[in-house]
């Protein structure tokens, strides 16, 4: 029993070496970090969008006025405001303005179904929307505030007298629920602002000259990062036009016009970008590069050391944790380890326990749970839901907690982690954590679907896609059940391909055997559609088949019908550059078959 108990003591003393479990000397709000920012730096370029072009007494101005137009509608202390916009210049005042007036934001994306964005309203309990399309969309029960129509001439440009607590909710970010319906994140000033400061006078050392690219959308909780980085330490935000997210080129354009020194990539759109770029100098203004929510490959990574040679960020973390928890930075000759998710933030403490919330020992594979400073307040308006995420702190006596992330981890011998998958259903789709059960229970709602199942599978080029499987009559289609839950659920979590049954295969205890499930019929009954003429079909075809592995892919076939999707798309431009063929995303969008691309694609110089 001694033995067993100094065994746990020495894990705990490394853990707390590894581990920073101190709090920051001082704290502060996002509206101040921004005011201090505009003082310092009034006439400077702060935000670029399009021919537009604003300096931070400009952009203060105009969130300031938003902000007293907000208070006047009666917005009070950790209120929440939507915000149903596209990716503009108005977005971001948006968000500043309401947290300048006390408020929280809530992201509603436009481009989400009805129903999505009726759950999110109702679980955030927003007060207003800001919005800039009159009569749109119904946003009730919260009041809208509509920007196309909004007079804010007679406001004062100056900041409001509102005083902000650094404990006060900045906003609240919903993600993919096992329940079936999105949660909502809460997260702190305090805590956001303690990342920017890190990033910015630690491991960035951003500033005046720097620029952030706003690309990600505002549901996908690293545009935060994208948008507070510059505004609060100078330097400037080029807003991306919406769609721009998903067209390289444009992209590329962009990062070099608008001398872009920081960029946020998934690995499929860093690749892409590399390849368009080489023999030119349009990347080699970027500083940071900070790349997650893919694998980023070994020959990837050796591409981008050899083609640009400047520091490359990984960071690993929910969105009920401020972004982010560990990260690794890789410079000059620094090894690239595929799973490693570094060590872990400042003021942040990663465990690796047992079903019993003990320390594992180093090398040990166990569940990753995250504390400290920067961890979120819990799920808005679900008690029941963050109980069970957000479990009592055993190592601490203050009362504080441990978010229990679901994913699988060990600690090496060096302090740093390595990470083993998934305990649970939740699973990653283009860099976007989701439930399975939440797309499992929109299918479910079909009304000829008895029972449905959605697993992640992987294709031959490594690309993870949602197979779906439900127990309906035949008389419901494949295509009836992916629109069926198109019309509920955002567009990255709709199910590629859809598979009727007549039983489930189950387990010796009863249960729905996931792994037995058959192979998706679009994809192991189909027959390959017209051979390939020319060379260009020919090339096209073989692309098509490698990054939606399938053994052959037919010049008339279409590639969202085969189960492409945005982020893949991407893969097939570079590959087609490759090949000597110059696409782009949109193309492939509006065209859809190789014998369609073979007649509009251009020579890739």
């Known amino acids: 029993m001694t033995v067993e108990r100094d065994t746990l003591v020495e894990r705990l003393e490394a853990l707390a070496e590894w581990n920073d479990s101190t709090s920051p000397s001082s704290t502060t709000t996002v509206a101040e970090m921004f005011d201090r920012a505009v003082q310092a730096h009034p006439d400077a370029l702060a935000l670029v969008a399009g021919g537009a072009q604003l300096t931070y007494a400009e952009l203060a101005g105009r969130v300031h006025q938003l902000a007293h137009h907000l208070l006047e509608r009666g917005l009070t202390a950790e209120q929440v405001v939507a915000v149903h916009l596209p990716r503009s210049p108005e977005m971001v005042v948006s968000v500043l303005a309401i947290m300048v007036a006390g408020g929280a934001f809530v992201p509603v994306d436009p481009q989400w179904p009805r129903e999505r964005r009726r759950q999110v309203l109702d679980d955030a309990g927003a007060v207003l929307a800001v919005t800039g399309a009159a009569g749109d969309e119904p946003m009730r029960p919260a009041a809208v505030v509509d920007l196309d129509a909004w007079d804010y001439a007679h406001l004062p440009a100056g900041r409001p007298e509102v005083r902000i607590e650094p404990q006060r909710l900045a906003y609240v970010m919903f993600t993919s629920g096992s329940t079936g319906r999105p949660k909502g994140a809460m997260i702190r000033h305090e805590a956001i602002c303690n990342r920017l400061q890190w990033q910015v006078e630690e491991i960035l050392h951003f500033g005046p000259g720097d620029a952030a690219l706003f690309k990600a959308p505002l549901s996908f909780d690293i545009s935060v990062n994208e948008i507070l980085l510059p505004l609060v330490s100078g330097g400037y935000v080029v807003v991306a036009e919406p769609g721009g997210d998903r067209d390289p080129q444009y992209l590329l354009d962009l990062i070099a016009t608008e001398g872009v020194t920081f960029v946020y990539l998934v690995s499929s759109m860093l690749d892409v970008l590399l390849e368009m770029a080489r023999g030119t100098a349009k990347l080699d203004g970027l500083k940071h590069v900070w790349c997650g929510g893919e694998v980023l490959t070994p020959e990837l990574f050796e591409r981008f050391r050899h083609q640009l040679g400047t520091t490359l960020y990984h960071g690993y973390g929910p969105a009920e944790a401020t972004i982010g928890v560990s990260h690794v930075i890789y410079r000059d000759d620094a090894e690239r380890i595929a799973t490693s998710i570094g ?263």
């Not at 400290?372 to 963050?386: D, E, H, I, M, N």
């Open 343 to 605: 060590r872990p933030n400042p003021y942040t403490q990663l465990y690796v326990l047992d079903e019993h919330l003990r320390p594992v020992p180093v090398g040990v594979g166990g569940e990753l749970y995250a504390g400290g400073f920067l961890l979120g307040r819990g799920y808005v308006g679900a008690p029941g839901l963050t109980a069970s995420r957000f479990v009592a702190n055993p190592f601490a006596d203050d009362g504080s907690r441990l978010y229990r992330t679901g994913d699988l981890a060990r600690w090496h011998a060096d302090g740093s982690l390595e990470f083993l998958g998934r305990a649970d259903n939740q699973v990653k789709i283009r860099g976007m954590r989701l439930e399975l059960e939440e797309v499992e229970a929109a299918l479910a709602t079909h009304p000829a679907v008895r029972q449905a199942v959605v697993v992640a599978r992987e294709n031959a080029a490594g690309a993870t896609y949602l197979a779906g499987y439900a127990l309906a009559p035949e008389s419901a289609t494949e295509d009836d059940l992916r629109a069926w839950c198109s019309d509920r659920l955002p567009e990255y979590m709709v199910p590629t391909t859809v598979t009727v049954l007549d039983s489930f295969p189950l387990t010796p205890n009863g249960k729905v055997d996931r792994r037995a499930l058959p192979e998706p019929r679009q994809r192991a009954e189909r027959t390959a559609g017209r051979p390939a003429r020319t060379p260009r079909e020919h090339a096209l075809c073989a692309i098509f088949a490698e990054v939606l592995g399938l053994p052959e892919v037919g010049a008339d076939e279409d590639f969202f019908a085969l189960g492409g999707d945005s982020i893949v798309a991407i893969g097939v431009v570079s590959r087609a550059r490759r090949a000597g063929l110059a696409l782009r995303p949109r193309d492939v969008f509006a065209l859809g078959t190789p014998e369609e691309l073979a007649l509009a694609a251009a020579e890739a110089v």
